[in-house]
């Protein structure tokens, strides 16, 4: 009995670190829910909110499948691409945005080819699962959003994004519309405080 309660309060305070203390690797954790958690408490590749370029450097220096480069219309952004087959540039998986004048990574874009990188809730972020009214995913997973926009709309070359907004967690999600093709990108953004 005194090791059946033991393994309880082992279980019920794991839980209570996950949502609050422990970081959540996107690329190493699956958890069930999202809700209560925050994305200031979430690392992908060791990438996390706050961090500083000279930080984000590092991580990038440690990681020889990752490929960093400087966004050459926005000198404050580093896309980050996964390495091909013969160690070349691959895919753009990410996108790190700072803020200018800020020192802290204020959001990270996960792009639809970082899902093979990612545990299978997080992949699930990059399908249109996620962005719909019905799915017993989301509601479980991440709820239902607080707010949505039509974040760019040109009609005249059939491209509109629509962003769905999860201000407590500190999760955008964001539909792509582009000609016939639709796809999923989410982004870690500090959560608004309640």
Do not use: W
């Given at each position: 009995?005194k090791?059946?309660?033991?393994?309880?309060?082992?279980?019920?305070?794991?839980?209570?670190?996950?949502?609050?203390?422990?970081?959540?690797?996107?690329?190493?954790?699956?958890?069930?829910?999202l809700?209560?958690?925050n994305?200031?408490?979430y690392?992908i590749?060791?990438?996390?909110?706050g961090?500083?370029?000279?930080?984000?450097?590092?991580?990038l220096?440690?990681?020889?499948?990752l490929?960093?480069?400087?966004?050459?219309?926005?000198?404050?952004?580093?896309?980050?691409?996964?390495?091909g087959?013969?160690?070349?540039?691959?895919?753009?998986?990410?996108?790190?945005?700072w803020?200018?004048?800020?020192?802290?990574l204020?959001?990270?874009?996960?792009?639809t080819?970082?899902?093979r990188?990612l545990?299978?809730?997080?992949?699930r972020?990059?399908?249109p699962?996620?962005i719909?009214?019905?799915?017993?995913?989301?509601?479980?997973?991440?709820?239902?959003?607080?707010?949505?926009?039509?974040?760019?709309?040109?009609?005249?070359?059939?491209?509109?994004?629509?962003?769905y907004?999860?201000?407590?967690i500190?999760?955008?999600?964001?539909?792509?519309?582009s000609g016939?093709?639709?796809?999923?990108?989410?982004?870690?953004?500090?959560?608004?405080?309640n």
């Open positions: 009995m090791r059946l309660i033991t393994i309880s309060l082992l279980l019920i305070l794991s839980a209570i670190t996950l949502g609050q203390g422990r970081r959540i690797e996107l690329t190493k954790d699956n958890p069930s829910t809700i209560s958690t994305s200031t408490s690392t590749f060791g990438f996390q909110l961090m500083s370029r000279t930080e984000a450097q590092r991580v220096a440690t990681h020889k499948m490929v960093g480069e400087q966004d050459a219309f926005n000198p404050s952004r580093i896309y980050v691409s996964d390495r087959p013969r160690g070349q540039k691959g895919n753009e998986i990410l996108y790190l945005i803020e200018p004048g800020k020192p802290g204020s959001e990270i874009t996960i792009f080819d970082c899902a990188y545990t299978p809730n997080f992949a972020l990059l399908t699962e996620v719909s009214d019905s799915s017993a995913f989301r509601k479980t997973f991440i709820g239902n959003p607080d707010r949505s926009n039509a974040t760019l709309d040109v009609k005249s070359i059939d491209l509109k994004n629509t962003t907004y999860y201000d407590k500190g999760i955008e999600v964001t539909l792509v519309h016939k093709t639709e796809n999923v990108v989410f982004a870690l953004v500090a959560a608004k405080a």
